[in-house]
């Protein structure tokens, strides 16, 4: 079976040839498989959001190669624009690109653009709709009357609606409120149940890696720094730090009641995973 999307050999420059050149991305070599929930972490300016741009021809590699479903994106026109419709991208804020009267329309801009039939559009928008999880009754209001995290989830459906094979996020959950950033995680979560879809992530959230991801590649200053489940990556806790990183809130936790004698595994990653331990503690778990 092909991968979803691999990258071989990807350097990307901005500012080529100019006393500005800044090597954003260097020789980046990724594979993410059909079905995969991928998370990329980097501390600020490491890259992330320049090699997402490059998993659907939006930005053009100085050097490597691009594969998206096995086909080198850059090979043909036809290619290129395959590739926008197999890759779906939410860039950070997508609400401000919300520009319709309704929420229906800029749901159903993408499919419209597509040439479908208005049957389809119509099936597409409530489909994504529910995916999303924006409210039936909000179809038909314009999306400024909507709050910030209901906003975000149109702009999201909106993407959603083109039906892509992968969807790829830039930080979707930056600056919602703890509510509305939990309602938006959970959704990312159960649209790829749903659907199957392979979805990739950036995220400054440790804990919203460890909760959703399979995997997670890690970048540092331009480079993929390393690759690996959840338990690989985040057992490396120093060398995540010395990149400005750092592992979920409860692993920190649960690392020190170890170094106070407290009976704890250190591969608790997720605060689901520590509510048995918690418990147990509670109930008069000894000191080791
Ligand atoms: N359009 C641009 N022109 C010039 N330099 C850029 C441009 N976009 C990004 N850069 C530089 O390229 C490097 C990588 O930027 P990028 O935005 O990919 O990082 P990032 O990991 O997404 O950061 P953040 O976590 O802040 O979003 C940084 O040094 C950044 O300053
Ligand atoms: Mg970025």
Not at 144 to 172: H, T, Y
Request: hydrophobic share 40%; aromatic share 8%.
């Amino acid at each position: 079976m092909t991968s979803a999307i691999e990258i071989t050999g990807l350097s990307h420059y901005y500012n080529k040839g100019t006393p500005n050149e800044v090597a954003a991305i260097k020789n980046a070599n990724l594979r993410i498989e059909k079905g995969e929930l991928v998370a990329i972490i980097g501390h600020t300016g490491s890259g992330k959001s320049t090699l997402i741009s490059h998993f659907n021809g939006l930005l053009k590699p100085d050097e490597g190669k691009v594969f998206v479903d096995g086909k080198d994106i850059w090979q043909s026109k036809e290619s290129l624009r395959e590739s926008r419709f197999k890759v779906g991208l939410c860039f950070q804020y997508p609400e401000y690109q919300l520009f319709e009267d309704t929420v229906f329309k800029d749901i159903a801009f993408g499919p419209k653009n597509m040439k479908l039939d208005d049957e389809e559009v119509k099936r597409r928008v409530l489909r994504a709709a529910q995916l999303a999880g924006v409210k039936p009754e909000h179809l038909d209001k314009s999306p400024f009357d909507l709050s910030g995290g209901e906003k975000r989830r149109a702009a999201i459906a909106g993407v959603m609606s083109m039906q892509p094979q992968v969807l790829v996020f830039d930080e979707p959950a930056a600056g919602l409120d703890p509510h509305a950033r939990k309602q938006l995680i959970d959704m990312i979560k159960s649209y790829r149940e749903q659907t199957g879809c392979t979805v990739i992530f950036v995220s400054h959230s440790m804990e919203d890696v460890a909760y959703l991801a399979d995997r997670i590649i890690v970048i540092n200053q331009a480079e993929i720094a390393m690759q690996g489940s959840v338990s690989e990556v985040f057992s490396r806790g120093d060398e995540l730090t010395s990149m400005g990183l750092n592992v979920p809130e409860i692993t920190r936790i649960f690392l020190m009641l170890r170094e106070k004698g407290y009976d704890v595994p250190k591969d608790v990653y997720t605060v689901g995973q520590a509510v048995p331990h918690i418990k147990r503690l509670m109930e008069g778990g000894r000191a080791i």
